[in-house]
């Protein structure tokens, strides 16, 4: 079992940067597969924006943060980060960290991941 804590978000200003945490705590993501960021805005949908896989670092990004954000892992401090640069005020959501042990599957649905955390709030005044 991984348990997800999410930290560093906050209110930045369009243009800015904003750099998210994701710690497994209590543990390592040596079992899991797959990490992923995924947001919510009000009145929107829960949607995918990174992924990366444990092992291998593969990444992806959904269409409207490429250039922008970089996901990235670091293995040794079991941590897995977003940095998001060039903040657009549609980038205001919530952002998850979840995590999936399975080996196959659509890594950017969120039925595909077993654990989650607890979100952070990321809001981008224009």
């Known amino acids: 079992q991984v348990q997800l804590v999410e930290s560093g978000g906050g209110l930045v200003q369009a243009g800015g940067s904003l750099r998210l945490s994701c710690a497994a705590a209590?543990?390592?993501?040596?079992?899991?597969?797959?990490v992923g960021w995924f947001r919510q805005a009000p009145g929107k949908e829960r949607d995918v924006v990174a992924t990366?896989?444990?092992?291998?670092?593969?990444?992806y990004y959904a269409g409207s943060v490429k250039g922008r954000f970089t996901i990235s892992r670091d293995n040794a401090k079991n941590t897995v980060h977003l940095q998001m640069n060039s903040l657009k005020p549609d980038a205001t959501a919530v952002y998850y960290c979840a995590a999936a042990g399975k080996r196959g599957g659509n890594w950017n649905r969120e039925e595909f991941y077993d654990y989650w955390g607890q979100g952070t709030q990321v809001t981008v005044s224009s």
């Open positions: 990366i896989t444990w092992s291998g670092g593969t990444t």
């Open positions: 209590g543990g390592t993501f040596s079992t899991v597969t797959v």
